[in-house]
């Protein structure tokens, strides 16, 4: 064991190096000298999906590479893996729309949340007057009148510097408090009970020690109480029974049921996917048009937990091979970027100052939530339209002033979201601006209603400057960080010429000398997400429940669905070089090799007997460079082997 921690020691230094001090800026040349046939397969498996699987080199090789890459480019001609159908099975809500996880999710967790009634529900106003703003006399008087345990509660729900005006009263507030505490971890224990209150110490003993024996013990279980072990075990312990361990989620957090779906339905489609093309292309349009998962608009968490399932699924998934226009369209119009960059709230500074929001709702049907029925209505938001051309469309330096970035969000001013029961896309006229516009040099002439957003989505998606931007942005996730602007250029004429194509864009670039191309070899640094899903695909490894390896990916540095920024994550490999990254990441691969990470199966016998060559064979999908067998030499047990290979910079690159 010591002389594989100082093998992982010596190792780290020499492998460290690479990443430290990256490969220069490729030559042009490189980019016009083609890969050996042998590297082409890889170079092509490493860039359209989460890494070869054993096998799928071979695989490619039989089919030929531009028939498969043709099959990647129609996903509907791919037969789906039916395992992976099998696993999502039990994650319901991706399945579902919004309206259903809320009802079924979100707001069974609120009504839990809900303790104490409400002053107004308690007193008349005239009494509320006394005891809140009354003189100390007002308030002693009104309080007398009150039976004791109405009393007890409206002193739970008067500030302190109201009781201190009448002493009298401020230890039955504070027996009040201690009564209300002790309830609520009566209340919370029932609802929640710990292991020690379901099970004998011999059961949890037996369980603990001996994990194999929680199947017998479960099935002794009814299913009430089951669910209630499963809620309170330790994720580690109920990993091997993820739609078990989903059902005590659900009892206790059932708003965190609908994120840990979100993120095991990333996951799964990318470690099982056929359609691996897809679903790598799911994730960067995603990262392109990001919306934070932990953002919390007017409506608190009401709703938004509920929209980013139906974001990923019905406003990116069904364009990624489409129009780019198509997609932009239905991002501005989804609820969960209406919230986000907060257009939901934007309006003509027309719109009648005085008018509150309860009132300034009702036209269309929307319940605010209570605290906050006073609350005035913004006027003109800039967010979404600075973002919709810095980010979406033209790029920072696309040619927009900020007087264009007002325009634009003049011409959505209006578009918006009705019933946070069901959240949906609505246009308001009454908040739109309708006065006359000109966007990008374009003029939009006035009284045009929601069609100015229309016409301002048609302008950028057809303007140079996005078709520039868009392709660059592939050209980096498919082919460099830094890619050759011949190739870009290449790219954006294709997206000018078929009206924003992006299966035509693509093909572009895969048919491209670039793309297998010396210079593109080895060229990217993978992200965490791509590095994890890359081992697992690599070592076979079989995924029963996703939450420890989400967990593993966020302490990598990218937590999957939590960029707060509106920029996504980076494209470029810099953001990835940081020691501690590249020590997380061996740390991440010994724990796989391990077989420690809960949820996930590795049988690694495979390895035995095996040498360095052959085990980078199988993890690479080729011959390591000899760099890299020298820096892992020495006589180590064949799954050290596995655990320096996963976290080399031959591995972490693609």
């Known amino acids: 064991m010591k002389r594989f921690a100082l093998a992982m020691a010596l190792t780290g230094s020499a492998v460290v190096a690479p990443w430290v001090f990256p490969r220069a800026a490729q030559a042009v040349g490189k980019f016009e000298t083609k890969l050996p046939a042998d590297r082409q397969i890889v170079q092509v498996l ?3 999906t989460f890494g070869p699987q054993p096998g799928e080199v071979e695989a490619v090789r039989r089919i030929g590479i531009e028939k498969w890459i043709d099959l990647q480019l129609h996903p509907e001609r ?10 999502l099975e039990p994650y319901e809500t991706l399945r579902m729309d919004s309206a259903t996880v809320l009802r079924d999710y979100i707001q069974p967790q609120m009504t839990m949340a809900i303790r104490s009634p409400q002053l107004n529900t308690l007193l008349s106003q005239e009494e509320i007057r006394k005891v809140m703003n009354g003189t100390a006399e007002e308030r002693k008087t009104a309080l007398s009148a009150l039976d004791p345990v109405k009393r007890g509660q409206v002193l739970l729900l008067m500030p302190p510097t109201n009781l201190a005006s009448i002493p009298e009263y401020q230890k039955e507030a504070d027996n009040a408090r201690k009564a209300q505490q002790e309830a609520m971890q009566a209340e919370n224990r029932k609802r929640n009970p710990t292991l020690n209150d379901l099970l004998t110490f011999e059961q949890i003993a037996t369980v603990t020690r001996h994990p194999e ?89 009401l709703s938004y937990r509920a929209l980013l399932t139906g974001y990923e699924r019905d406003a990116i998934r069904p364009y990624v091979l489409g129009h780019f226009k198509d997609m932009v369209l239905a991002v501005a119009r989804h609820p969960a970027m209406l919230y986000y960059l907060d257009n939901w709230q934007s309006m003509s500074p027309d719109t009648d100052d005085h008018m509150q929001v309860g009132p300034f709702a009702r036209p269309f049907g929307f319940q605010q939530p209570p605290q906050i029925v006073n609350r005035q209505p913004h006027g003109l938001n800039e967010n979404y ?54 966007v990008l040099g374009h003029k939009i ?37 830094d890619p050759p602007p011949a190739l870009v250029e290449r790219m954006a004429q294709t997206f000018l010429k078929t009206d924003g194509d992006l299966r035509a864009v693509l093909q572009t670039m895969f048919a491209s000398a670039e793309f297998l191309s010396e210079g593109a070899w080895q060229a990217k640094i993978k992200s965490p997400f791509e590095m994890v899903v890359s081992a697992i695909r690599a070592t076979g490894a079989d995924t029963i429940d996703t939450t420890a390896l989400a967990q593993q990916i966020s302490n990598l540095g990218e937590p999957l669905y939590g960029k707060v920024e509106p920029n996504g994550y980076p494209l470029t490999g810099d953001a990835w070089l940081g020691t501690a990254d590249l020590l997380g990441r061996l740390t991440f691969a010994n724990t796989l090799v391990a077989g420690k990470v809960p949820g996930v199966k590795l049988d690694s016998a495979h390895w035995d007997g095996k040498d360095i060559a052959a085990i980078s064979r199988d993890l690479l999908g080729r011959d390591a460079a000899p760099e890299t067998i020298a820096a892992v030499s020495g006589e180590l047990p064949p799954r050290s082997l596995a655990v320096l290979i996963i976290g080399s910079p031959e591995f972490n690159r693609r």
């Not at 791919?78 to 696993?87: D, M, S, W």
């Not at 996917?273 to 349009?285: A, G, I, K, Y």
């Not at 790029?395 to 002033?401: C, K, P, Q, R, S």
């Not at 048609?458 to 392709?471: E, G, K, Q, R, V």
């Open 46 to 48: 490493n860039r359209l």
């Open 78 to 87: 791919v037969t789906e893996n039916p395992l992976l159908e099998t696993r």
């Open 213 to 301: 024996q929680l199947q017998a013990l479960l099935n002794d279980l009814d299913p009430d109480k089951r669910r209630q072990v499963a809620a309170a075990m330790p994720p580690n312990l109920i990993a091997d029974y993820p739609e078990l361990r989903r059902e005590g989620m659900r009892l206790r957090q059932p708003q965190q049921v609908v994120s840990n779906d979100l993120r095991a339905g990333k996951l799964l489609r990318a470690a099982y996917s056929n359609r691996q093309l897809e679903e790598v292309l799911v994730d960067f349009w995603f990262n392109h048009f990001n919306v934070y998962e932990g953002k919390m608009p007017l409506l608190a968490n």
């Open 385 to 438: 339209g600075r973002e919709l051309m810095e980010l979406h469309t033209l790029g920072v330096n696309g040619g927009y002033t900020q007087q264009d970035v007002i325009e634009v969000a003049r011409c959505f001013t209006g578009w918006t979201v009705t019933k946070p029961a069901n959240p949906e896309f609505t246009f308001i006229p009454f908040m739109h601006d309708d006065a006359e516009k000109t």
């Open 445 to 481: 002439a006035a009284h045009g209603g929601e069609k100015d957003g229309l016409q301002v989505i048609d302008i950028l998606t057809h303007h140079p400057s996005t078709a520039h931007f868009i392709s660059k942005q592939l050209a980096q996730r498919f082919v460099a960080d």
